[in-house]
T-cell receptor, first 114, second 112 residues
Framework: SAVISQKPSRDICQRGTSLTIQCQVD?????MFWYRQQPGQSLTLIAT?????????ESGFVIDKFPISRPNLTFSTLTVSNMSPEDSSIYLC???????????FGPGTRLTVL | GNSVTQMEGPVTLSEEAFLTINCTYT??????LFWYVQYPGEGLQLLLK?????DKGSNKGFEATYRKETTSFHLEKGSVQVSDSAVYFC???????????FGQGTELSVKP
């Protein structure tokens, strides 16, 4: 399985600011995903990030709020923009090396917005 | 639409008890099915998976069988340990697109 790292591991931010979360993997992967896990809840997919194309967002998530970059096959960033307390969640990067492969998750970034 | 439903938690068991966490799904086609586990303070880990009907996934004493006729993927373990205390998520995934659809999670607490 691939090794996935995320930075930062946690952060406390002020309302109205933005935070960029980085996801680095140790091998080239085709598909990367960003999920959100709100306190006490399940995981919800924010968007799918494929290298060389724009991210595909799920219903309820928009690019202006969660811009994503995917500059190469081992790296992606998710920005949480203009944050509010409702954005307090764990944000997880996930990868799949092909549509049939198992999906693995990074350790997550725990975000608290005051 | 496609969805996953798990039994509600928390589930509290004594050590060495038998565990079943129910999971049913609604989907078109033939998704792959997964169980993920999240131990306290840790990230999400794949526990086991099954990719076609009648497949049995197993790992660390846990098992789940892909039952197409009942659209279920129940998680079982014959004898739980305190270290199994965690939140368990059932999920499905299609070959196309690659995204996972998760159930709401079931918290398991095992007492000594």
């Amino acid at each position: 399985s691939a090794v996935i790292s995320q930075k930062p591991s946690r952060d406390i931010c002020q309302r109205g600011t933005s935070l960029t979360i980085q996801c680095q993997v140790d091998s080239q992967v085709t598909m990367m995903f960003w999920y959100r896990q709100q306190p006490g809840q399940s995981l919800t997919l924010i968007a799918t990030a494929n290298q060389g194309s724009e991210a595909t967002y799920e219903s309820g998530f928009v690019i202006d709020k969660f811009p994503i970059s995917r500059p190469n096959l081992t790296f992606s960033t998710l920005t949480v923009s203009n944050m509010s307390p409702e954005d307090s969640s764990i944000y997880l990067c996930s990868l799949s090396s092909s549509p049939r492969d198992t999906q693995y998750f990074g350790p997550g970034t725990r975000l608290t917005v005051l | 639409g496609n969805s996953v439903t798990q039994m509600e938690g928390p589930v509290t068991l004594s050590e060495e008890a038998f565990l079943t966490i129910n999971c049913t799904y609604t989907a078109t086609g033939y998704p792959s099915l997964f169980w993920y586990v999240q131990y306290p303070g840790e990230g999400l880990q794949l526990l086991l998976k099954a990719t076609k009907a009648d497949d049995k996934g197993s790992n660390k004493g846990f098992e789940a069988t892909y039952r197409k006729e009942t659209t279920s993927f129940h998680l079982e373990k014959g004898s739980v340990q305190v270290s199994d205390s965690a939140v368990y998520f059932c999920a499905l995934r299609y070959n196309q697109g690659g995204k996972l659809i998760f159930g709401q999670g079931t918290e398991l607490s095992v007492k000594p």
